[in-house]
């Protein structure tokens, strides 16, 4: 059984930085694309930034040149690291997963829990 776990969110002044992670938790298994989503209060979940397992990344144009992504395959973790944070990025952050099958043609789709993250003005 696969499970994501966060950890990394917390409350931070404006300009300030946070770097998140993700585990993929489990064995026998290999993980596709990994991305982060941001979930503002009363807002829907929005990808913010994705990676790819060769390393291809894409960003949501709020957070190009604040944001990094980056994974370490060996240990099925992928990372946000958050600068020059801004109020509007308050919310929640989910890390996503795409898992394949054993045959590979079919891909899960895995949520972590979520982490908080709050940025005072």
């Known amino acids: 059984q696969v499970q994501l776990v966060e950890s990394g969110g917390g409350l931070v002044q404006a300009g300030g930085s946070l770097r998140l992670s993700c585990a993929a938790s489990g064995s026998g298994f290999r993980v596709n694309a990994m991305a982060w989503y941001h979930q503002a209060p009363g807002k829907q979940r929005d990808l913010v930034a994705r990676?790819?397992?060769?390393?291809?990344?894409n960003y949501v144009d709020s957070v190009k040149g604040r944001f990094t992504i980056s994974r370490d395959n060996a240990k099925n973790t992928v990372y946000l690291q958050m600068n020059s944070l801004k109020p509007e990025d308050t919310g929640v952050y989910y890390c996503?997963?795409?898992?394949?099958?054993?045959?590979?043609?079919?891909?899960?789709?895995?949520w972590g829990q979520g982490t908080q993250v709050t940025v005072s003005s």
């Open positions: 996503h997963a795409k898992i394949p099958d054993t045959t590979g043609l079919y891909e899960y789709n895995y």
């Open positions: 990676i790819t397992s060769g390393g291809t990344t």
